[in-house]
């Protein structure tokens, strides 16, 4: 049996997934993988290729969801982002996005931050 964390983050990804497709992103990859690097959401939407980070809680008692895309895992979604790119170089332009969403109960609220960052080579 999975921990509740990973059931609710694996829910959360399901809403974005559906909340992307009914905003008309075409989905083309969910949890796409490589080596340990993982990307939630990849998904086109006109000339963009969007890569976005899922984050789902059950309480924004102690902070957002999207405070914990910090400057680390937003080098690491780059990286895998550049290893993507690599593989599918057919793209215009990019773009990282945080979904975030709080599930409480059988409600839930999603909150896509466009444009959430900027990847900085280091």
């Keep these: 049996m999975k921990a509740t964390h ?7 990804e399901n809403i974005a997934v559906q909340f992307l497709k009914n905003k008309g992103y075409d989905i ?7 080596k340990h690097k ?17 984050k789902t809680r059950s309480s924004d008692y102690f902070s957002q969801p999207e405070d914990s895309v910090h ?3 937003q080098q690491f979604l780059a990286e895998a982002a550049e290893a993507f790119i690599t593989e599918y170089n057919d793209f ?15 409600e ?15």
């Design 71 to 73: 400057r680390a895992k």
């Design 92 to 106: 215009k332009e990019i773009r990282f996005d945080i979904i975030s969403i709080i599930i409480k109960q059988n």
């Design 38 to 54: 993982e990307i939630d959401i990849i998904a086109k939407q006109e000339d963009f290729l969007v890569f976005v980070e899922v």
């Design 28 to 34: 083309l990859f969910t949890r796409w993988r490589y």
């Design 108 to 122: 839930f609220s999603v909150y896509h931050i466009e444009n959430a960052f900027y990847p900085i080579n280091e």
């Design 6 to 12: 990973l059931n609710v983050g694996i829910k959360g």
